[in-house]
């Protein structure tokens, strides 16, 4: 499944994260931004039942998230850590988990996961947050890997920018992932999607040394 996310507010953030003038820090904060955001909008696909409380003038109807203690927050390191502080914002009962992997950087840019670091996964609804989704090896890489550990109720992957052929790639790996996205663009080149928003990673973190 693919959810682009058309959210009004969530575009005008990401035209502004895109400029090549942005700092470090406004990029980092617009990425909290739209990470609290896609929370919101994947909130809305979580179960809820009808409650009664109790006012201090009387009763009310109201709704509750049923399901809201069972999200695990899932960040890849390293341009994933802004977007998941916005979304623990949202979740703020979600267990939080974390996985390094790497990518090479020539065809056919495979991906390997060298770290991972999560809680239970199994029956619970499991949010993986990845800036970009490129070519979709390492979402793929990092999918087969939490799947090593159980099987999710609901699996989803949140990214401000993906490609088709990054999203053709996981959907044929993982046919039950939930894809939500800002925006897809079709174009990569030497692995990076155009006309993106550069290296995430490295505009909000610097350059790492070689």
Not at 91 to 120: C, H, N, T
Not at 126 to 136: F, N, R, S, Y
Not at 152 to 158: G, Q, Y
Not at 197 to 205: E, K, Q, R, S, V
Request: with cysteine; proline share 4%.
């Amino acid at each position: 499944m693919l959810k682009i996310l058309k959210n009004t507010v969530l575009q005008d953030r990401l035209t502004k994260i895109r400029s090549s003038n942005i700092d470090g820090s406004n990029f980092k904060s617009g990425l909290v931004e739209m990470g609290r955001l896609m929370g919101y909008e994947f909130q809305s696909t979580m179960d809820i039942q009808e409650v009664n409380v109790k006012t201090p003038l009387g009763n009310a109807k109201g709704i509750e998230i049923t399901d809201k203690d069972d999200v695990v927050v899932v960040a890849i390191l390293r341009a994933a850590i802004p977007m998941v502080d916005g979304l623990m914002d949202i979740f703020s009962e979600a267990r939080y988990g974390m996985v390094g992997a790497w990518r090479e950087d020539e065809p056919p840019y495979q991906a390997q996961v060298s770290y991972l670091k999560i809680p239970a996964v199994q029956d619970k609804i499991v949010i993986v947050t990845d800036p970009m989704l490129a070519t979709g090896n390492t979402m793929n890489a990092t999918l087969n890997e939490i799947k090593k550990h159980g099987n999710p109720r609901r699996l989803a992957i949140l990214n401000i920018l993906a490609t088709e052929e990054g999203v053709e790639k996981v959907l044929e790996n993982h046919s039950d992932v939930e894809i939500y996205t800002c925006s897809i663009e079709n174009k990569l080149e030497k692995g990076y999607i155009v006309p993106g928003l550069g290296d995430a990673g490295d505009i909000a973190f610097g350059k790492p040394v070689e």
